[in-house]
């Protein structure tokens, strides 16, 4: 708004020119008839001040974006690198424009407009926190900030946010133990804390909560995972690249029965790989490779009908390859079955297929008249020290669901490619 200002000064201004103005008439009219002496005084003049800088106004869509309008320009002040020039675009009152701001309606009024979510993914920005902001947005559903170089502590008080259900705060340099305030958030189904940098214990209560998604892998958590890991509707669990040790715990069907992706690569997990494993039915993807894990492989993997991916290579397995398993990459969907790097002896002709048409690795371990093994040295060295023994062993070859034998005549052959006997 533009406001047009008048002065008193203005007038004497005027009055002074026309008195100049009429003095050099008298002056050209009747020369020397006047002197300096003579004209009359004129009182100095105030200077005219200069005027205040009248405040920008600016008009909000809805008061709820006007309320969070400082808290956004407070948490770019202490923005110290922007090497996209993010920005330089939240500017003004049109905050549901501003670059990785969307707006929407909240759930308690559908005629208002307010801040519903944030995407800061890839942007790169540098801050040395978020408090003061993320916990000062009172709408928010959705914070998404990847790889970005945000640090500090998260704020406790984002636990009173009504609507915030996805949490992404991956690859920043987020440090400490893992962040309670995460326990009190009930509505809470996204969260991902993967690429940070934090330590210590993960409260056993996390496994509980209502989450669909669990990312915490690579970060620095060393821990046993609780034998009884609770029970939740989580699809995806990500605890790779970690220092998780112990037990896979048997209590993993019961309590995540509905994972599609289940990734403990990288850990120092022990033990037996457990019975209890082949039954989660929704399994799309289960990698458990490079651990310290041992015994035979279970048969009950052969039940994972939506297998995709299977990953069990660089730990110390060794036995039969149970063919039943290897069925998955005949009649179902399995394209990629790693049990490279351990100390199986035997496969049979479903396994030999799968090895034959790519889909199967067994390189590097102790089974004859196949390229790529260990030395037998090596495999004799690892044969004659005690191992360890795997409790309830009669599992290991129980199939709990219903599953061709390897002579069937219902088997279909896959084209391009004879069993090797």
Known sequence: MIRTISSPTATASV????LVFLTCLSSEAEPNLLNSSDLPLVPDLPLVPDLPLVPEILEFLDQRLAVIYPVIQAFKSIITLDPLGITKTW???DICNYQGFYCDSPPDNNSATTLASIDFNGFQLFAPTLEGFLDQLPDLALFHANSNNFGGMIP???????????LDLSNNRFSGPFP??????????????????????VPPQIFAQNLDVLFLNNNDFDQRLPDDIGSNHVLYLTL???????????????????????????????????YEIGLLNEAV????????????????????????????????????????????????????FSLSNNYFTNVGPWCRALIERGILDV??????????QRPVS??????????????????YNYVPCSRPHPSSSDVPLIPGSAPTP
């Open 378 to 395: 090596e495999c004799a060295g690892f044969f004659s020290r005690s191992r360890f023994l795997c409790p309830r062993i009669w599992t």
């Open 180 to 201: 309670s305030v995460l326990l009190g958030m009930p509505d809470l189904t996204f969260l991902d804390l993967r690429f940070n940098s934090f330590t210590g214990s």
């Open 156 to 166: 406790s008080s984002i636990a009173k946010l009504p609507y915030l259900y996805e």
């Open 91 to 93: 500017q003004g009152p």
């Open 285 to 336: 993807v289960l990698d458990i490779g490079y651990n310290r894990l041992t015994g035979p492989l279970p048969a009950s993997l052969a039940c994972l009908d939506k297998a995709e991916q299977l990953n069990f290579a660089g730990n110390s397995l060794h036995g039969i390859v149970p063919e039943v398993i290897c069925w998955l990459g005949i009649g179902k969907n399995l394209m990629n």
């Open 363 to 372: 390189r590097n371990n102790c089974i004859p008249n196949l390229p790529s």
């Open 15 to 18: 009055f002074l020119a026309v």
């Open 240 to 274: 790779a690249n970690n220092k998780f040790t112990g037990p896979i715990p048997r209590s993993i069907s019961r309590a995540l029965s509905s994972l599609t992706e289940v990734l403990f690569l990288n850990n120092q997990f022990t033990g037996c790989i457990p």
